[in-house]
């Protein structure tokens, strides 16, 4: 357990249906980040945030796709309406920093697997 | 933006041999390169990192080299065994305050098969 909860561990649903993963990192991180992956593409990050803000959230496909972070515990990424494309893995990730923050590691999730049809 | 090369796509060895996987990034500024390990199914795991003030790094049979002067990394595994099958991705970041930026980057992925 890297201290990242992700919920749901699979979640399969139909074309213009509204989507929210879920992310739940334990207390003490400093830096969340919300991957996707497939396998044309790879690890791509959508967005991060740091003590709860949005710091980049260039890597967001589009404007179906929204992130927040109401508190230090918990994050949901929504995308709406879905389309068939937006299948893949989404995995969520934090960071805890410890001085100088490269010397911090990342540590995933379990993951969510996304089907639409 | 950062852009994290890496390859082979797929590498094939028999039990015993080793496996060397490469990645070239773009951003010189990068100072951090970790490798994760993701096996069927499963999360990426970190199985090693290293810092830009580093050239070499070693853990039992895994070991990571930087050139920072040619923006490249290796990860040389040795005395592959039938359970270091799985996909492995490298990975940069450069932290930077201004502009404020922690971003790891991802390489696409090597899927390593070891045969018995």
């Known amino acids: 357990d890297a201290g990242v909860i992700q919920s749901p561990r699979h979640e399969v649903t139909e074309m213009g249906q509204e989507v929210t993963l879920r992310c739940k990192p334990i207390?003490?991180?400093?830096?969340l980040f919300w991957y996707r992956q497939t396998m044309m593409r790879g690890l791509e990050l959508l967005i991060y945030?740091?003590?709860?803000?949005?710091?980049?959230d260039s890597g967001m496909p589009e404007d179906r796709f929204s992130a927040k972070m109401p508190n230090a515990s918990f994050s949901t990424l929504k995308i709406q309406p879905s389309e068939p494309r937006d299948s893949a893995v989404y995995f969520c990730?934090?960071?805890?920093?410890?001085?100088?923050?490269?010397?911090?590691?990342?540590?995933f999730g379990n993951g969510t697997r996304l089907t639409v049809t | 933006g950062e852009n994290v090369e890496q390859h082979p796509s797929t590498l094939s060895v028999q039990e015993g041999d080793s496996a060397v996987i490469k990645c070239t990034y773009s951003d010189s500024a990068s100072n951090y390169f970790p490798w994760y390990k993701q096996e069927l199914g499963k999360r990426p795991q970190l199985i090693i990192d290293i810092r830009s003030n580093v050239g070499e790094k070693k853990d039992q049979r895994i070991a990571v080299t930087l050139n920072k002067t040619a923006k490249h990394f290796s990860l040389h595994i040795t005395e592959t065994q039938p359970e270091d099958s799985a996909v492995y991705f490298c990975a940069a970041r450069r932290t930077s305050e201004s502009p404020r930026t922690d971003k790891l980057i991802f390489g696409t992925g090597t899927r390593l098969q070891v045969f018995p």
């Open positions: 990730a934090r960071l805890r920093q410890r001085g100088n923050t490269y010397n911090s590691p990342l540590h």
């Open positions: 207390s003490g991180h400093d830096y």
């Open positions: 945030f740091n003590n709860n803000v949005p710091i980049d």
